[in-house]
């Protein structure tokens, strides 16, 4: 009997969840008709630009504006001490979940002395951007240079400058885990591989570059900023805090946004100055970063050295790891998230697939005189999985054990959940054994292996590369930001309505930024309604419309939002069978939704929404008076005692290195993974494609070089180098769906596990090819110059 | 100081305008602004991205690299003019079928690149298409979604005798 099945609506043949589904927003941007903030003009609108340090530590004895503000077409030159003024204080970026942790307070722009070669020094506000940049040439500052900390491995020597007196040293934060009994593991292994890395400084690259237009109304004091963020209402918190105005009075809009990968998840000193001016002006000011000053005020990441080694017994089982990292932040910790979160999760998911029970690992993160860092697209996993899977590769080489029987050896089994690893991090509904045998199986490992040792023979060195990992997606309230303190909810919500046609609003927390959100949270709520797919719309991006919810970060759009929205619906699908019920006099239990009408146990159609709609809204005299339709429900979601849901996977990279040039060629890429059930397997496989890229950015092009002053020498798209067209490869994608056991939709995170594991597939790959040579390169990214080095030939 | 201008007057997407602009504006601010064609993006202002692409007397352009005052009595094709016209339709229509693009600021300059393709459809191999959109940078797809929807279009339209989708 239908009435006695548990309600899956996902089973159903008819599901749009698990099917792919084209994206509405595609054909606006195919066709120019997308909206970025660029795109917003307002009536007399003005433009900002800002001076920026061109020191990287230096003292301001003075600064002369009179020049500039008489300049033609400028409305308002502010200084720092200006802004300060407005401003309700600075911001600390310290979380209470890290103990010990400590920054300097941070205003939006520098007030004494500038911190970092790019730090916003005065804005000035002009008819035109032109305007403005040429206003600001006429500002004279008295600087007064002082010694930069640049370089990570000095900035806690005894000699060292202090960039910021009030701490005492360059120290942010220390963290240590430690499972106790690490020395005699190392002591009674049959091979210890010790190794050091260095990782590069990146940054997002968003091609949209941080925009914001920002407009108050003095007579309601309403404040309206349209702004290119991922998290709406944690920016309308940092800003209502940061400039005295009450939250609900502030209105966030993010229309398209170009791009984002976790550089638009934070608060900037030049966007609360932008919205200070149009706040002190009353007219509409808008600024958009140009690409060269992206380069220094976009949040950077990634910078790490890491001291590793790993134990393993003869039989190939890993007994322990054992690691030190040391993490270079930039001159504040970002607030609100802090810059220390790189570093931790270095120490929470290296070596993450294995059963070890031995680990210690140990973190340090220091102040530079850099732009902050903070987070970026899978946080921490591009590093700890590189270090990990290096010394897992190297101690198999050692043992004459193969790279995928190593892992098969090591990786909790599937049926081992839960479980909690060496690092203490509870882990649930993984797969890695089925993922490592599916990978095996879409590689053509065995021929390959085959391959590789035919043209080897012949001179051509291929490598093949396997990395499996682990990745933290979907963080919960328990966590982080929450017992820390920042003010991001860790809750999604949804509030979905039936219209009056039978049609379908359905208001999400999460954002779309061209992964395709809005798409599947309309898969979601249609099925589990029982309606078409064109009778949903979902609306998201306006903090006006949409119900409090955190935003798209840390993969957890998906599972957090996509979990609210099925809930939702199902209070929804509930209330309009129980109307159904009363006007067909027939039991809600026997009635079910199919493709927009209500029907009967036999399968009969009975009543449209339309005309539940119709009634319920325009004709309520057909309803009994005890009746009072809702037709609008809300429903939040979040995890409980869970950190995180934590997916997995397995990448494999097969490169040719040529031994001359030092040059490495990507022939193709694998990756296996399990991000849950799958709502739409076509957006999945182009977030872990774009994923991958961005990870192999980082892997062989993308550096943000700096000199002893502190100057980045690699602050253009000609310098820095990111992944285009003819480099990349051809990338194979494949699913294990395991549920998650923590939500009826059973999704996990995705967006992140492309990023979070090919670097680490990518220096395995390099490392095989290079293992005739017995050379190794361990420092990402991994250049043509670094590999000839590798080989001695330079 | 005052900002020089000079009078200008071009053909964009069919239609005729005259306007005197700043002599230092490119051609894209000159488009976005002036114009309020909007479709055309900034990605990076010197000339590396291709975010800015637009047709120029029939030649693809980086709009961030040509003044506005350069663009003087030139024919001037945008996105969505190529969109208006429907000579692009069939890559359009592959680039949302076949999810070739996330947040969409590249997508017209991409189209642009790769519209160059189409005009004399030969079959491309995989590795020719990339060669010729790797002057375009796409930081969501990972670009292999892009060069399928091209891949197929060109496919279709030297199956298809050239025709127009």
């Known amino acids: 009997m239908a009435e006695k099945a548990p309600f899956d609506p996902f089973a159903r043949a008819d599901s749009y969840v698990g099917r792919t589904v084209s994206r509405a927003a595609a054909n606006a941007a195919v066709a120019g008709r997308g909206r970025f903030t660029d ?112 370089d990570k491995h000095t900035a806690l020597a005894r000699d060292a400058p202090v960039i910021h007196a009030g701490l005492g040293d360059n120290l942010a934060f220390r963290r240590s885990i430690d499972t106790g009994e690490v020395e005699a593991a190392f002591a009674s292994a049959d091979v210890v591989v010790e190794e050091t890395f260095e990782f590069g400084r990146h940054t997002g690259v968003s091609l949209e570059p941080r925009s914001v237009l920002a407009q108050y109304d ?28 009450p939250d609900h009075n502030v209105q966030i809009i993010a229309p398209d946004v170009g791009g984002s990968f976790g550089l638009k998840i934070h608060s900037y000193g030049d966007e609360v100055a932008t919205v200070a001016a149009a706040m002190q002006l009353g007219r509409p000011v808008k600024f958009v970063a140009d690409r060269l000053e992206s380069f220094v005020s976009d949040i950077h990441a990634r910078e790490n050295a890491i001291k590793a080694r790993i134990a393993v017994k003869r039989s190939g089982e890993i007994l322990a790891f054992d690691l030190d990292v040391l993490s270079g932040a930039g001159a504040y910790s970002q607030y609100p998230r802090t810059s220390v979160f790189e570093a931790n999760q270095i120490l929470n998911i290296t070596g993450g697939p294995y059963r070890h029970r031995h680990y210690r690992a140990r973190a340090t993160v220091v102040y530079l005189n850099k732009p902050p860092s903070s987070q970026y697209r899978a946080v921490g996993h591009p590093i700890g999985n590189a270090v990990g899977e290096h010394l897992v590769d190297q101690a198999a080489y050692r043992l004459g054990i193969d790279p995928i029987e190593m892992r098969r050896r090591n990786v909790f089994a599937d049926d081992a959940y839960p479980a909690v690893s060496a690092s203490g991090i509870k882990l649930k509904d993984l797969s890695h054994q089925r993922c490592l045998e599916v990978l095996v199986e879409r590689m053509g490992y065995e021929a390959l292996r085959q391959e590789q040792a035919h043209l080897r023979q012949r001179g051509i060195q291929r490598g093949i590369g396997i990395a499996a990992f682990i990745k933290g997606t979907s963080p919960g309230p328990l966590g982080y930001y929450g017992s820390g303190g920042a003010p991001i909810s860790l809750q999604d919500a949804c509030v979905i309505k039936l219209e009056p046609n039978g049609g379908v609003i359905c208001a999400v927390g999460v954002t779309e930024q061209g992964q395709g959100t809005n798409t599947i949270m309309g898969q979601i709520a249609a099925t589990t309604l029982g309606i078409p797919i064109e009778a949903v719309r979902v609306i998201s991006g306006d903090t006006d419309a949409v119900p409090y919810g955190g ?160 100057q980045l020498n690699t602050g253009s798209l000609v310098d820095y180098l990111v992944p285009m067209a003819a480099e990349m490869p051809d990338i194979d994608v494949a699913h294990v769906q395991t549920l998650s056991s923590v939500s009826e939709l059973g999704a996990k995170g995705v967006g992140e596990s492309g990023t979070g594991a090919a670097p680490a597939a990518v220096m395995n790959a390099v490392n095989d090819a290079l293992r005739p040579f017995n050379a190794r390169v361990t420092a990402q990214p991994i250049t043509p110059e670094s590999v000839l080095m590798a080989l001695g030939r330079i | 100081m005052s900002e020089q201008t000079q009078p200008i007057s071009l053909t964009v997407n069919g239609e005729r305008f005259s306007r005197s602009v700043p002599v230092r504006q490119h051609l894209v601010d000159f488009l976005r602004t002036e114009l309020g064609l909007t479709g055309t993006h ?124």
Not at chain 1, 127 to 136: K, L, P, V
Not at chain 1, 218 to 239: E, N, Y
Not at chain 1, 554 to 563: D, K, L, N, P, V
Not at chain 2, 92 to 106: H, T
């Open chain 1, 551 to 710: 935003g798209t970060f840390g993969s957890r759009a998906a599972a957090i939002g996509g979990e609210a929205v099925y809930q939702a619906a199902r209070d929804l699908r509930a209330e309009i069978l129980a109307i159904a019920g009363e006007l067909l006099q027939a039991e809600p239990t026997a009635l079910d939704i199919v493709d927009g009408v209500v029907v009967d146990a036999a399968g009969t159609r009975r009543l449209p929404l339309a005309e539940v709609g119709r009634i319920c809204h325009f004709q309520l005299g057909e309803l009994p008076s005890s009746l009072q339709p809702v037709l609008s429900h809300t429903r939040r979601f979040r995890l409980q005692e869970d950190l995180y849901i934590f997916a997995n996977g397995v990448h494999g990279a097969y490169v040719e290195v040529d031994a001359e040039t030092g040059f490495v060629r990507l022939i193709k890429h694998w990756v296996v993974e399990d991000c849950g059930r799958l709502i739409n397997p076509q957006l999945a496989d182009e977030q872990v494609r774009g994923g991958c890229v961005q990870g192999i950015g980082g892997a062989l092009y993308e550096h943000l070089i700096y000199d002893a002053a502190g």
């Open chain 1, 218 to 245: 003095k007579a309601t004091g309403k404040l309206t900023i349209i702004t290119s963020s991922q998290c709406p209402h944690m920016i309308q918190r940092v800003f209502a805090e940061m400039l005295g105005v």
């Open chain 2, 42 to 165: 900034l990605g990076c202002e010197h000339g590396v991205c291709g975010a800015c692409s637009v047709r120029v007397d029939g030649a693809l352009v980086r709009g961030c690299l040509l003044l506005a005052v350069q663009a003087d009595g030139a024919d001037v094709v945008t996105i969505e003019g190529l969109d208006a016209t429907g000579e692009i339709a069939d890559l359009q229509q592959a680039f949302v079928q076949r999810n070739a693009l996330q947040c969409g600021f590249c997508t017209a300059g991409m189209l642009l690149a790769a519209a160059e393709l189409l005009r004399a459809p030969a079959r491309q191999t995989r590795a020719e298409i990339r060669r010729h959109l790797s002057g375009n940078f796409c930081r969501c797809t990972g670009y292999q979604s892009i060069i399928d929807a091209v891949a197929a279009t060109l496919e279709r339209r030297s199956e298809g005798g050239g025709g127009r989708g």
């Open chain 1, 39 to 150: 795109d917003v003009v307002l009536p007399r609108m003005l433009h900002a630009a800002f001076l920026r340090s061109p020191y990287a530590h230096a003292r301001i004895r003075s600064i002369e504006v009179e020049a500039a503000r008489r300049q033609p077409g400028v409305a308002l030159v502010m200084t720092g001490t200006d802004l300060k003024r407005i401003c309700t204080g600075p911001w600390v970026g310290t979380l209470a979940c890290f103990p010990g942790m400590k920054s300097a307070p941070q205003y939006p722009m520098a007030v004494d002395k500038a911190c970092w070669a790019g730090e916003p020094v005065v804005l000035l506000v002009a008819r035109t951007r032109a305007e403005a940049e040429d206003a600001a040439q006429l500002v004279d500052i008295a600087w007064e240079e002082l010694p930069a900390v640049v």
